[in-house]
């Protein structure tokens, strides 16, 4: 029997785990402020309503922390969505099936329009997203795509479907570098509900991909989870249960944790649960507190204001003028959009703000230069 995170996964209980972290006492916050080495009931504690008084505290750990692995250092990356087609539905997205929009994929002129803009802007790092259609950008498209932009990047990321290990390997041998794939939540009954219809519909297929990915031999692995869809503490504590698994199990891969908040789209689904900004700074650090090395990014689906105040809390990339539709930066600039983002601001102007703070802007990613 192949090892996985599902046979992990499932010797914990989601009511459990969630009373455990709000019965969590300032003690408890206390003995994790003051270890050197921190495990995941630390984790608990540092995610927990008692450790809110000691937001500061976090932040100035983290900030420590921070310096020590990586410097006065942030990446700067950027995503270019090459198709919104989807065979799922989705309550949260708005490139669900079920929602009547027109689909739209990118040809090979269209892409490289696309990567001329994000060049002229000097970007090094590339993410690519789709929506998950295996019959109209399965494998054959994302791998010719990666094959036709690779020269011009550093390394590519990418955002799609999840896929089986043969494939992931045949991508990796064109030039794949990373792969983001975020469970949304590791609440499995929560998750039946959001995802009805559609391959993604599979919680279990869905949850063994970064196992799939390990077994390949990407060299990064992004995780995840969209708060607003159930407690986002426990999903916090799923994901860095992940985490320290694959890390033991995969350790030759890096990894990276993303920390997307449910934002307007065509779908119009209001959070179950709110994350404030207070409490995702709270995670953020608690992140950092928990690993040292993992690589923390933030996206522009956060405001303006935010982001010019943590990121020098624990991040280490941010993305800028992203556009979440295909075509969105030169080709068709007014189709739908996967959701709204919330900082607009152009790519120079992040990066006036990053060195205003004291920090340096790396175009690569830190595999080629740490």
């Known amino acids: 029997m192949t090892k996985s995170f599902k046979n992990i996964f499932e010797q914990y209980n989601w009511d459990t785990i969630t009373s455990e972290i709000y019965q969590k006492t300032e003690a408890d ?18 995610i927990s309503p008692a450790a809110k008084p000691y937001l500061e505290q976090m932040a100035q750990l983290s900030n420590r922390l921070t310096k020590k692995r990586f410097g006065n250092t942030i ?9 919104n087609e989807c065979q799922n539905i989705c309550t949260y997205c708005g490139f669900s099936m079920t929602n009547k929009i027109p689909r739209r994929t990118l040809n090979d002129a269209e892409i490289l329009k696309e990567v001329a803009f994000l060049k002229a802007k000097g970007y090094e790092h590339i993410l690519l997203v789709t929506g998950e259609a295996n019959k109209t950008v399965g494998v054959d498209y994302i791998n010719h795509a990666i094959q036709l932009i690779k020269g011009q990047f550093a390394n590519i990321t990418m955002e799609v479907q999840p ?32 995802h009805p219809k559609g391959k993604k ?3 279990d297929y869905r949850l063994e991909t970064p196992d799939r990915l ?58 179950k649960v709110e994350m404030t900004d207070p409490d995702l700074v709270q995670l953020i650090c608690a992140y950092r507190l928990l ?25 280490t990339s941010v ?42 802007v790396v175009w690569k990613d830190w595999e080629h230069f740490s």
């Open 29 to 46: 916050v206390l003995r994790a402020l003051g270890n050197t080495k921190r495990d995941l009931e630390d984790f608990k504690a540092l």
């Open 75 to 83: 990446q700067m990356y950027i995503p270019m969505y090459l198709s």
């Open 163 to 194: 896929l089986d290990q043969p494939d992931y390997e045949q991508l990796i041998d064109s030039g794949l570098y990373a792969v983001l794939v975020y469970q949304e939540t590791y609440h499995k009954e929560e998750y039946k509900k959001h």
């Open 201 to 203: 519909s599979n919680f």
């Open 214 to 271: 390990g077994r390949a031999g990407v060299h990064k692995i992004g995780l995840g989870a969209l708060f607003g869809l159930e407690d986002w503490r426990a999903d916090s504590f799923f994901t860095a249960l992940h985490l320290r698994y694959l890390q033991k199990t995969y350790w030759k891969t890096k990894y990276s944790i993303s920390f997307p908040r449910l934002r307007p789209h065509s779908g119009g689904l209001e959070p």
């Open 291 to 315: 690993d040292e090395d993992v690589e923390l990014s933030l996206s522009t689906r956060e405001s303006e204001v935010f982001r010019n105040n943590v990121v020098q809390l624990g991040i």
């Open 319 to 360: 993305s800028a003028e992203s556009k979440t539709n295909p075509g969105g930066y030169v080709v068709e600039k007014q189709s739908l959009e996967q959701f709204e983002i919330s900082d607009e601001r152009p790519t120079e102007e992040i990066v006036t703000m990053l060195k205003n703070q004291g920090l340096e």
